[in-house]
């Protein structure tokens, strides 16, 4: 079988940080929560230094593509109630 990488980027708009320590603070959760599951790798990939902005990356690997976009899409729907701040925008992207 040919394993698979699945790749989700999202965008967020970030509101109330007044500096990148708060915006560090409440993105949190994306590494101490799915950060440490042993079937995903996050990252945050662009706007760094941008207080209204954040681009994070979650990568998953296996053997069935499916299976795979609806973990990410699970992660998704867990980010939504976790995080507060709303995605602008999701990709998805399957190698």
Do not use: N
Request: charged share 25%; proline share 4%; with cysteine.
């Amino acid at each position: 079988m040919t394993p698979y990488v699945a790749i989700m980027t999202l965008t967020f708009q970030v509101y109330g940080c007044d500096s990148l320590k708060e915006k560090r603070s409440a993105f949190s959760a994306m590494r101490s929560v799915w950060g440490k599951q042993p079937d995903l790798a996050v990252a945050e990939i662009d706007a760094h230094d941008d207080l209204d902005r954040a681009v994070w990356t979650i990568v998953t690997t296996g053997h069935a593509p499916a299976r795979l976009q609806q973990r990410l899409q699970a992660v998704e729907k867990e980010i939504l109630e976790r995080i507060d701040a709303p995605i602008l925008d999701t990709q998805f992207e399957m190698t």
